[in-house]
């Protein structure tokens, strides 16, 4: 025992050594998961406010441009609506259509941390559990998907991206409905992968990514990108191809989170069939 | 002893701000500069190892805490900062280290860039090992680990400076 002691006390050094670096290897490989705990994460309150104060400074240089932005946009989408009811009225569908958007609510966030150039790349949100953010959810901007909500607090979210190698989307080729599962592999910020594309499937080179609605995060129909190559494996039947992401990741500001009304029912709906 | 404490705590402060409000931030094709080692490669010398290595490590946890990277930064400065007292002990002479603090001016010009380059290199190796763990691309791992180290560097030698 005495000489037991000896020795630790002999080697403190080195045992101290070993306990901290098994705790950070205990803290890497259990927690880097994506249900971190709030504490270890951007959402937790002090880290939360000090980008938040971040995000004011940067985001008041900021305003003139992203207002230009918005009246851009505005003007856009109410021309749009225009043209859409037109051709709705038109076509006797409108009461009907209307209804079904009905079922989704955007929640507005602003990004006040983003990372891009890390492998595991995080964004955290300045809205939480008190805006009715649930784990989960959907988020998107105004050019297309960003990623799902992975931990939040009261009033903050951590978002994990489309640049995060630990998440995949479920997604479509819009007009030919074959079904692939993006993935982002790392490198390049504008590219992802979309992956298990059927062999029959129709598509080519330039053809739109939209969102398969498949998942509870996302409606269908959620810009995603475009096509920009395709790699046919000789031995599988399954195709991938590389898609050019619609968002740009390196300046996101200002997302929205996608609330589903219905997205309670539904969930129970698919626990109750895997039990 | 006061001052001393005082002029660390403060060097801490400013430079881990620097790391997560600014640098973290930038983006420059993959590349992150890591100037939070710099507050470890400057605790004195008299600092004792076990002082150093449990700094280091919360360090290193502070960092991930903002990164979102539990572990992985908090085992590249424990890493590092288990090495320092050897490195530290091979680049200066025995009078010296009573007293010293790891500088350009104290240790002079070759030894403490050689102590500074190697704990830089090491550091970021082991970071960007532990990242591409589950994800292993060896040349995007090279960009990443030497593009850091010259940034890192370059920031390094600009601090010197001051």
Not at chain 1, 201 to 213: E, I, K, L, N, R
Not at chain 2, 68 to 82: E, L, Q, S
Not at chain 2, 122 to 142: I, Q, V
Request: charged share 20%; with cysteine; glycine share 6%.
């Amino acid at each position: 025992m005495r000489q037991l002691i000896q020795f630790l006390a002999r080697n403190r050094f080195f045992f101290l050594f070993l306990m901290l670096e098994s705790l950070s290897l205990i803290l890497l490989f259990r927690f880097n998961d994506y249900q971190q705990g709030v504490f270890f994460s951007s959402a937790n309150r002090i880290n939360g406010k000090l980008y938040s104060y971040r995000e004011a400074v940067s985001g008041f240089f900021a305003l003139r441009e992203n207002n230009t932005e918005l009246l851009r946009l505005n003007s856009e989408m109410e021309l749009r609506i225009a043209s859409l009811e037109e051709s709705l009225r038109n076509a006797g569908l409108a009461e009907k259509e209307l209804k079904a958007a009905d079922r989704y609510e955007y929640i507005q966030a602003r990004v006040i941390k983003n990372s891009v150039s890390q492998l595991r790349n995080y964004l955290t949100v300045n809205v939480g559990k008190q805006d009715g953010i649930a784990e989960g959810m959907g988020v998107c901007n105004h050019q297309g998907i960003v990623g799902v909500v992975s931990v939040c607090s009261d009033h903050f979210s951590v978002v994990i991206p489309v640049l995060n190698p630990e998440i995949s989307f479920s997604c479509i080729i819009a007009g030919s409905n074959s079904v692939g599962s993006l993935n982002w592999k790392g490198g390049d910020t504008r590219f992802a992968w979309l992956e298990e594309l059927p062999d029959y499937a129709f598509w080519a080179v330039g053809d739109t990514v939209v969102t398969s609605g498949f998942s509870d995060a996302f409606p269908r129909g959620i810009p995603v990108g475009v096509i920009h190559s395709i790699e046919k494996k000789s031995n599988s039947s399954f195709h991938r191809s590389q898609v050019r992401l619609f968002t740009s990741f390196e300046s996101l500001a200002d997302v929205r989170v996608i609330s589903q009304f219905l997205r309670d029912e539904r969930m129970e709906l698919e626990k109750e069939l895997e039990q | 002893m006061i001052r001393l404490f005082l002029k660390h705590s403060l060097l801490f402060v400013l430079l881990f701000l620097l790391q997560i409000v600014v640098l973290q931030q930038l983006y420059f094709w993959y590349v992150v500069p890591l100037v939070y080692v710099y507050i470890l490669i400057r605790w004195p010398a008299t600092l004792s190892a076990g002082w150093v290595l449990t700094l280091g490590f919360l360090l290193g946890l502070l960092v991930d805490i903002n990164a979102d990277t539990p572990g992985m930064h908090a085992a590249a400065t424990t890493f590092v900062a288990f090495l320092r007292p050897a490195l530290l002990k091979g680049f200066i002479t025995k009078e010296e280290i009573e007293t010293l603090e790891p500088r350009e001016r104290s240790m002079g010009f070759i030894p403490f860039w050689k102590y500074v380059i190697s704990i830089v290199l090491l550091h970021h190796t082991a970071l960007f090992m532990l990242e591409s763990f589950s994800f292993f691309d060896p040349l995007l791992l090279l960009v990443k680990i030497i593009g850091s180290a010259l940034l890192s560097l370059l920031l390094i030698f600009l601090f010197e400076r001051f």
